[in-house]
């Protein structure tokens, strides 16, 4: 039992079960655009110190601010590493609808213990759309489909579970939000960057009738002619797991079409690889042979490969098409 005297509340506890009930909720309710149909801009993080420092715990950060129930900041990623992590956000309007511009820093602190509060760790808002020419029908016909991702690099010293709050300028106020705890595992079975990816064979169209039998996008996208087995190790890769049509998270098909877009700008850089996740694309069928080899529990993800085989660059959830080019840039040399 901890008995030091930071020891938070049975308040925030509390607190933390409703965010993670209201984050699944907002989820689900998403049915609105993050915007009126004009574009949604990428918008870089703001500096740390816009934010208030971190305070010695999080119910005292609680007190600084007004706490909101009004704008659901959740985690959009699951894995998660002693050191830096990028962590991904979904930041909604109550009644689920996407909020494409808002100005935010997470702080977090160890569930369990006196750990001192971490940050702020300022997010930057990375959207996720392309030019109309990459839409997919997947994408366009999917209300749910995400317009952004924020995105806070996070310092997490030690394995373990994480409080979290954000904390949202509007200029005259602060509010704060109390997001999901999030759980901080050793290494575990996911490539991580520096390591060798498995040499792992990805169908490609000589392998099916159908190309629909290895892509679930609509129409379906052009990165199914190279198998990673025949490339790894020969020249960099930027291997995506994703599927559009069957996607928990309702931003496979964003990313997708954000690599084809890619793909159509810098198609010397890498050999582009979409894999999809089930087996005759069925959930109840279980996962691919690929999806198994890369440890992966969750879609979707992105792993550029350098030239010899190694992961440069991992991503888990949605990226912007900024962020997979920085990816291709540091693959190179």
Request: charged share 25%; glycine share 8%; aromatic share 4%.
């Amino acid at each position: 039992m901890d008995s030091g005297h930071h020891r938070r509340p049975p308040g925030f506890a509390a607190l933390a079960v409703l965010a993670l009930t209201a984050a699944l909720l907002a989820a689900c309710n998403d049915s609105d655009s993050a915007s009126d149909g004009g574009e949604i801009a990428s918008i870089p993080a703001a500096s740390a110190s816009d934010f208030p420092d971190a305070p010695d715990d999080l119910d005292s950060l609680l007190s600084e601010g007004e706490l909101t129930n009004e704008i659901i900041v959740s985690p959009a990623s699951s894995v998660f590493t002693p050191g830096e992590n990028r962590l991904s956000l979904g930041v909604f309007n109550v009644d689920g609808s996407q909020v494409p511009d808002a100005k935010i820093a997470i702080y977090a602190a160890p569930s369990k213990g006196d750990g001192k509060v971490l940050g702020p760790f300022p997010a930057a808002v990375e959207s996720l759309e392309t030019d109309a020419a990459f839409v997919a029908r997947t994408t366009s016909d999917d209300p749910d489909s995400a317009k952004t991702v924020y995105v806070a690099d996070v310092e997490l010293p030690e394995a373990g579970s994480y409080d979290l709050a954000a904390v949202i300028d509007q200029g005259d106020k602060d509010l704060v939000s109390i997001v999901p705890t999030i759980t901080v595992g050793e290494d575990g079975p996911i490539p991580d960057v520096g390591q060798m990816a498995p040499s792992a064979h990805t169908e490609t169209t000589d392998d099916v009738g159908e190309i629909a039998e290895i892509d679930t996008r609509v129409p379906p996208g052009t990165m199914h002619d190279v198998d990673l087995a025949d490339v790894i190790g020969e020249k960099p890769v930027a291997l995506l797991f994703a599927t559009p049509a069957l996607c928990m998270s309702q931003v496979c098909g964003p990313v997708v079409d954000i690599a084809e877009e890619v793909k159509a700008e810098r198609p010397d850089d890498a050999a582009y690889i979409h894999q999809e996740i089930y087996v005759e694309n069925n959930p109840n069928q279980g996962t691919r042979p690929p999806v198994r080899e890369f440890g992966l529990q969750t879609e979707p993800w992105l792993f550029v490969l350098d030239a010899e085989g190694r992961v440069s660059t991992r991503i888990e959830g949605a990226f912007s098409a900024a962020e997979l080019e920085a990816a291709l840039d540091g693959a190179q040399g």
